[in-house]
C-alpha cells in the first residue's frame, strides 16, 4: 500500500497546553500503533508541528479525526502526499515541547524562510529529524 505523510502547524485552543499534550499522546499513540502510523509531534507556545506518515487510508482516516479536533485550529499545511519510506519509522508518536528544545529560536538561527511555504516545511521537517535522532 502507498505511504502517505502530512506536516502541519496549528494553534492550541485551550489554556491546558501541557495537559492536552499528554492526553494527545496516550491516544495518538495507541492509535498509530494499531493503524500502522508513525510520526513526530512538537508542542511550544500554544502552537502545535506535525509530521504523521502511514498508509492511505488509515493515514485518511487519523488526519479527519485530527482535522475535526477541537482542541487546535488554524491548521496550516506545509506538505502531504506520497513518500518512499518512513521517516519516523520507529516512533508511534515522538514528541519534543519547547522547553527542551526551542523551535523558533532553532527556526531564526537557521535563516528558515518564513515567507516560502515549501521552504519552510522543509525546516521543520529537518527540525523534527533532529529530535527524533
Ligand atoms: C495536535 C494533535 C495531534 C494529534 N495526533 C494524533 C495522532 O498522531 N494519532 C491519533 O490517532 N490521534 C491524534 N490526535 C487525536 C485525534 O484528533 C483524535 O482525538 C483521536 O485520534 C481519537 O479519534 P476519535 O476522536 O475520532 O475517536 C491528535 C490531536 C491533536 C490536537
Redesign the pocket.
Known amino acids: 500500500m502507498p505511504l502517505k505523510h502530512i506536516l502541519y502547524r496549528?494553534s492550541?485552543n485551550t489554556e491546558v497546553f501541557d495537559k492536552?499534550c499528554e492526553e494527545?499522546l496516550r491516544?495518538?499513540?495507541?492509535?498509530?500503533s494499531e493503524?500502522g502510523?508513525t510520526?513526530f509531534?512538537h508542542?511550544e507556545d500554544g502552537v502545535?508541528i506535525?509530521w504523521?506518515e502511514g498508509p492511505e487510508e488509515e493515514i485518511r482516516l487519523?488526519v479527519e479525526?485530527?482535522m475535526?479536533?477541537p482542541?487546535?485550529r488554524d491548521i496550516t499545511v506545509y506538505s502531504e502526499g506520497g513518500i518512499d519510506v518512513r521517516k519516523f519509522p520507529n516512533w508511534t508518536?515522538g514528541f519534543s515541547s519547547g522547553r527542551q528544545a526551542p523551535l523558533f529560536e532553532w527556526l531564526t538561527e537557521q535563516g528558515a524562510p518564513s515567507h516560502d511555504l515549501r521552504g519552510f516545511g522543509q525546516s521543520l521537517q529537518q527540525f523534527l529529524l533532529l529530535r527524533a535522532a
Open positions: 496549528s492550541g492536552d494527545i491516544v495518538a499513540r495507541t492509535r498509530n493503524a502510523l510520526g509531534l508542542a502545535f506535525q504523521l487519523v479525526s485530527i475535526n479536533d482542541r487546535h508518536m
